[in-house]
C-alpha cells in the first residue's frame, strides 16, 4: 500500500498543519550547516534511547540531512512545552523526510539494536529473524571486526531454568564442533537479564527458502549439499553428539554454494545416560523429518536418527513434497511409524533409480535396515552423483526378503502370518512330496494291474 494511503498509526495524532511542519526555509534560524555528530550529540541528550538509535539511523543510511534532524529536535522541544510531545520518529515521517515505510523498518532495527546494547563488545546492525525461542540479530563484533550473528534468549524465558539449560546446552554442543560445514560457535553468556550465543554469521538462504522459491532442487544440487551435510554429520557424530533435528530449516546455504549444519537445540551426546532417561517416552525433533525412533522417545537415539532426519530432508529437495502429511503433526509422525513411502522416483520421474534407493535405505523404518553410519551414505552418495548404481542400497534392495518383510508388518499389526520355509527346509520339504508321490504313483499302477488281472 502506498504510504500516503496508508492509515494513521494507532494512538498517533492527527497530523500538525503544515506551517507548524515546514521544514527549514532559506530565511531559517537553525543552523543549516551543523555536522551530524553535533546534531547527533543533541538527539543524545535531548531524546529518548529510541529517538537517539533513530536519528543515527536517518543520518547513517542518508534517509535526512542532519539539518532535518535538527529542525525535527526543534520542533519537538518546541511541542514538549505546549503539552504535545511527539517521538522524532513521527517529526521525521510528518515532514515527509522519511516514508512511513522507511521509519517501520528503522524502528525494527533501533528496537534489535536496543536489545542488544546490553551485550558488550558488540554492535547490533539488525534482527535477522525471531522464532519462539529465541531472536536472531545480525551485529559486529568490535575487537575483531567481524559480523556474527547473535541469538538471545527472550525475556519471557529468563525465569525459566529449563529453557536457560537448553539455550547454554546448544551453545557447549556447538563449541565442540569444528567443520566448514557447521555454523561455527563463538560465544556464549549472560549480559544483565540477557541470555545471548555468538556464531558464525551465515549470508545467504536455507535449504527450506530455496524448496519454497524453485519447488525442488535438480539431483545433482541435492546430492551435492546432502554430501556436505553427511560430511557435517560424521564430525558430530565422531564427536559423540546426535542433532536430532536435522531438516532444510536448519541448513543454511552461503552465496558460493557452501552447505553448513546450524541450530544445535536438540544436540544430545550419544553417551549422555542421564538425559536420555529424564527425555525418555518424549518426542524430540520436527514431525515432517522425526526418525521413528525420536517419536517413539527411545533412549537410545544415534546416528541413524540423524540419518533418517537427513533423508526426509533429501525426500523433501528432490520432490518438493515432505514423505508424509497430515492434518496434525501427531498424524503426521504415525505415518513415520506405520505408512509405507512412497519411492522418490515414483513422485518425480526425471530422479535416477539410484538416489532414490538412497533415500529408501536412509529412511527406512528399522533402523537395523537404513545405513549405520554417514561413511557408508557418503559412499553411495558418491557413487549416485558418479551416475553409478549405489552399492549398499542397490544391493540392500536386490537381497531383502520380501515374504519376512511382509510377515513382520503382518505380525506388527497384531495379524496372524506365516512367513513361507526357504532355504533347506523348502528341499526338505519337496523331496518328502515327490516321495510321496511317487509311492502313491506305485500303489496306483499295482491296483490297476491287479484288477487287469482279474
Known amino acids: 500500500m502506498p504510504d500516503e494511503q496508508r492509515p494513521t498509526d494507532p494512538g498517533e495524532t492527527s497530523p500538525l498543519g503544515k506551517s507548524a511542519l515546514a521544514g527549514p526555509s532559506m530565511g531559517s534560524t537553525g543552523p543549516t550547516t551543523a555536522s551530524a555528530e553535533a546534531v547527533l550529540q543533541e538527539v543524545a541528550k535531548q531524546g529518548t534511547n529510541i529517538d537517539t538509535i533513530v536519528g543515527r539511523l536517518v543520518i547513517d543510511q542518508g534517509l535526512a540531512t542532519p539539518d532535518e534532524v535538527h529542525h525535527c529536535l526543534t520542533l519537538s522541544r518546541q511541542l514538549a512545552e505546549d503539552s504535545n510531545e511527539r517521538s522524532l520518529a513521527d517529526l521525521l515521517v510528518n515532514n515527509e523526510y522519511v516514508t512511513r515505510r522507511q521509519m517501520a523498518r528503522l524502528r525494527e532495527i533501533a528496537a534489535a539494536e536496543r536489545s542488544g546494547q546490553k551485550i558488550p563488545g558488540y554492535k547490533v546492525l539488525g534482527k535477522l529473524g525471531a522464532g519462539a525461542m529465541a531472536t536472531v540479530f545480525k551485529a559486529k563484533q568490535l575487537s575483531l571486526d567481524r559480523v556474527v550473528a547473535i541469538k538471545v534468549l527472550p525475556k519471557k524465558f529468563t525465569g525459566n531454568p529449563q529453557f536457560i539449560e537448553r539455550f547454554y546446552a546448544e551453545g557447549r554442543a556447538a563449541a565442540q564442533l569444528n567443520h566448514p560445514n557447521i555454523v561455527q560457535a563463538y560465544d556464549v553468556g549472560k549480559a544483565g537479564e540477557y541470555h545471548y550465543f555468538v556464531m558464525e554469521f551465515v549470508d545467504g538462504t536455507t535449504v527450506f527458502d530455496e524448496i519454497t522459491r524453485a519447488k525442488r532442487f535438480a539431483e545433482k544440487d541435492a546430492v551435492e549439499i546432502i554430501i556436505q551435510m553427511a560430511e557435517a554429520l560424521d564430525h558430530a557424530h565422531a564427536k559423540g553428539l546426535v542433532h536430532r533435528d536435522v531438516k532444510p530449516k536448519n541448513i543454511m546455504l552461503t552465496k558460493s554454494g557452501v552447505a553448513k549444519l546450524a541450530d544445535m537445540g536438540l544436540a544430545r551426546a550419544i553417551s549422555d545416560k542421564e538425559a536420555a532417561e529424564a527425555e525418555a517416552g518424549k518426542a524430540f525433533g520436527t514431525p515432517y523429518y522425526i526418525s521413528p525412533e525420536q517419536i517413539r522417545g527411545e533412549m537410545a537415539i544415534g546416528p541413524q536418527a540423524d540419518i533418517y532426519s537427513l533423508g526426509a530432508t533429501l525426500y523433501h529437495m528432490l520432490t518438493g513434497s515432505v514423505p508424509f502429511d497430515g492434518k496434525n ?13 512412497v519411492p522418490p522416483d515414483h513422485v518425480n520421474a526425471k530422479l535416477s533409480a539410484g538416489i532414490s534407493e538412497v533415500v529408501e535405505m536412509m529412511m527406512a523404518k528399522d533402523v537395523k535396515a537404513r545405513y549405520q553410519n ?81
Open 374 to 454: 554417514c561413511k557408508d551414505l557418503l559412499a553411495d552418495l558418491r557413487l549416485v552423483k558418479e551416475g553409478k548404481p549405489p552399492a549398499l542400497a542397490h544391493k540392500g534392495f536386490a537381497h531383502t526378503d520380501l515374504s519376512a518383510l511382509a510377515a513382520a508388518e503382518a505380525k506388527s499389526e497384531g495379524e496372524l502370518a506365516v512367513a513361507p520355509p526357504s532355504g533347506p527346509v523348502v528341499r526338505q520339504g519337496l523331496f518328502i512330496a515327490l516321495c510321496v508321490a511317487l509311492g502313491i504313483s506305485v500303489i496306483g499302477n499295482i491296483i490297476l494291474l491287479a484288477m487287469v488281472g482279474e
Open 329 to 341: 503433526p501427531s498424524a503426521v509422525m504415525h505415518k513415520h511409524l506405520k505408512a509405507e513411502l
